[in-house]
């Protein structure tokens, strides 16, 4: 199973929005709706921040949201915060209670 | 509140064997299907293993399989990870992972802090 491929870094000025794409394949994202994208911060745990393609778990602000098209998956965070910078990563089911996640992304806020 | 406690890991030469273990509280254990997870150092995550909730069903990554063992204690409330034959490639924090709470759904939603195994001569 190879990797879902995301860009390395994104950046953006508080308050702006910046969106994360995840390019699979029709095996995994594009035939599944169970993307599924993460946050880590340095040391950290990862964190669900979205489930089901769109579904954000309880306690996750609304200004995380996810979509899908395809065979690429695209979490957008909205109004930019501070405490954003982390690494994310996707997720995507590709049957038979396989995982492949993403290369995963840096989130830089400027 | 749901915890997961990794633990066992360290440093093992080539070839050599570790057992990592993962205590589990705050949910009902035995209900769950598990996941093992891991990050080598400075990269991104890649999945290792997958057991269900009755130990009927276990999958593993190519990059272990016939090295690797997943299996659970559900009166124990523990997953636990054999690892034999280990390479250098295999060094990673080896995070477990509760498998989604609702079925028809696939994603692991808590993880635990993570254990780091290093494999060096």
């Known amino acids: 199973q190879s990797a879902l491929t995301q860009p390395r870094s994104v950046s953006g000025s508080p308050g702006q929005s910046v969106t994360i794409s995840c390019t699979g394949t029709s095996s995994d994202v594009g035939g599944y709706n169970y993307v599924s994208w993460y946050q880590q911060h340095p040391g950290k745990a990862p964190k669900l921040m979205i489930y089901?393609?769109?579904k954000r778990p309880s306690g996750v602000p609304d200004r995380f949201s996810g979509s899908k098209s395809g065979n690429t998956a695209s979490l957008t965070i909205s109004g930019l915060q501070a405490e954003d910078e982390a690494d994310y990563y996707c997720?995507?089911?590709?049957?038979?209670?396989?995982?492949?996640f993403g290369t995963g992304t840096k989130v830089t806020v400027l | 509140e749901v915890q997961l406690v990794e633990s066992g890991g360290g440093l093992v030469q080539p070839g050599g064997s570790l057992r990592l273990s993962c205590a589990a509280s705050g949910f009902t254990f035995s209900t769950y299907s598990m996941n093992w997870v891991r990050q080598a150092p400075g990269k991104g995550l890649e999945w290792v293993s997958y057991i269900s909730s009755s130990s009927s069903t276990i999958y593993y990554a190519d990059s272990v399989k016939g090295r690797f063992t997943i299996s659970r204690d559900n009166a124990q409330n523990s997953l636990y990870l054999q690892m034999n034959s280990l390479r250098d490639e295999d060094t990673a924090v080896y995070y477990c992972?509760?498998?989604?709470?609702?079925?028809?759904?696939?994603?692991?939603?808590?993880w635990g802090q993570g254990t780091l195994v290093t494999v060096s001569s």
């Open positions: 997720c995507s089911y590709a049957g038979s209670y396989i995982y492949v």
């Open positions: 992972a509760r498998d989604a709470p609702t079925s028809g759904s696939y994603f692991p939603d808590y």
């Open positions: 089901d393609v769109s």
